[in-house]
């Protein structure tokens, strides 16, 4: 079984910096590519960062070199380290599996949460 709960967000002006954590549950989630995603309004949730197990990161080229994915494998945790933060990164965030197949094969998100960027 799985459970993510997410936290971290809040109300920060642009240029600004947050950092949102992920406290995850369940071995599988320790030793596979684990993502952030984040939901605007009226958008499809989208994947903007992963990492794997080793330490590997991607990023989506909106959010390369202003955020930072990170894990600690021993504690199941997972964060987001955003910097520089823009309007439009105004979203909920969430974090999951980065591999489309598990996150429908678990089939569970946590309660997000929201990023508001504005001044």
């Known amino acids: 079984q799985v459970q993510l709960a997410e936290s971290g967000g809040g109300l920060v002006q642009p240029g600004g910096s947050l950092r949102l954590s992920c406290a995850a549950s369940?071995?599988?989630?320790?030793?596979?590519?684990m993502g952030w995603y984040r939901q605007a309004p009226g958008k499809e949730r989208e994947l903007v960062a992963s990492?794997?197990?080793?330490?590997?990161?991607y990023y989506v080229d909106s959010v390369k070199d202003r955020f930072t994915i990170s894990r600690d494998n021993a504690k199941n945790t997972l964060f987001l380290q955003m910097n520089y933060l823009k309007p439009e990164d105004t979203a909920v965030y969430y974090c999951n599996f980065a591999a489309p197949r598990l996150v429908r094969l678990f089939n569970v998100w946590g309660q997000g949460t929201q990023v508001t960027v504005s001044s």
């Open positions: 369940g071995s599988m989630t320790s030793i596979n590519t």
């Open positions: 990492i794997t197990s080793g330490g590997s990161a």
